[in-house]
């Protein structure tokens, strides 16, 4: 349980916890920005892997996710490419069900253990129906990271957190992830949901965009997750160098 652990003890030292998405795949220097987001502070580091129908993900996701798979991106490529990744954070993918069925669930899991990787999101794969994926997951130590809405009920929400491994990711608004002018409403209630029900470590996510918007969030939670805002960054030509910039002042905000 390498991601959880690892959060719960930057948690209990006092960090508040940064885990930056970088889709998997766009461009020949992916590895470096990766690299370069975990010297800049990331806790944890989310690398997507694109899909043609990316239903949570908005307009700046989707076209980079688009871009990757026109360079050649595929799940196997990017799971083999992130293997040799030599960082001292836990990694994690986030895809959706259809290419890990296609794959096989016990290969992919498989996979994801031998290339060094530590959790994976699905997020089109609901509680009710994850139990072939998530025997396969535990069986080779992925932590499968659930999501909860700020629509699911108490009683859901509850079972979400308890069969979450890693941490539980706070979907923070209603909607698809992008970057916002401010912070949804709905965050501050979703943060002390999850935390009135769970000990492990909470992260929201969706819109964060500004390291001012991250502390704010991370006041309601243990942590915040941040996608589209980099991204845009790495398709309006920034490199490693501009991902470093960004999530460095997101972790110095946080640090403060």
């Known amino acids: 349980m390498r991601l959880e652990s690892h959060l719960r003890a930057r948690r209990d030292e006092g960090h508040k916890l940064l885990v930056p998405y970088v ?116 069986a080779t130590g992925v932590e499968t990271v659930l999501l909860a809405a700020p629509t699911t009920p108490d009683d859901r929400l509850r079972a979400i957190c308890e069969r979450s491994r890693g941490f539980v990711y706070g979907v923070s608004l209603l909607g698809v992830t992008g970057e916002r002018d401010q912070v949804a409403h709905q965050a501050a209630e979703m943060g002390r949901r999850c935390k009135a029900v769970t000990d492990k470590p909470v992260l929201l996510g969706l819109g964060i965009s500004t390291p001012a918007q991250a502390v704010e969030v991370a006041g309601f939670a243990d942590g915040v997750i941040v996608g589209s805002a980099l991204v845009r960054r790495l398709l309006d030509g920034g490199g490693p160098e501009a991902a470093r910039e960004f999530v460095g002042s997101l972790r110095e905000a946080l640090d403060r």
């Not at 470096?32 to 989310?46: F, M, N, P, T």
């Not at 069925?101 to 997020?123: K, M, S, T, V, W």
């Open 23 to 138: 889709t998997g795949g766009l461009g020949a220097g992916w590895l470096d920005v990766v690299r370069a987001v975990a010297d800049a502070g990331a806790d944890a580091i989310e690398i997507g892997i694109p899909f043609s129908d990316p239903v949570m993900d908005g307009r700046t996701i989707q076209e980079a996710s688009q871009r990757a798979l026109e360079l050649g991106a595929t799940p196997a490529k990017i799971v083999a490419e992130a293997g040799q990744l030599e960082v001292e954070v836990p990694l994690v993918v986030m895809t959706y069900c259809n290419p890990v069925l296609h794959a096989g669930y016990a290969r992919f899991a498989a996979e994801l253990n031998a290339a060094g990787i530590d959790g994976a999101i699905l997020p089109d794969l609901p509680l009710d129906e994850i139990g072939e994926w998530a025997e396969a997951a535990d």
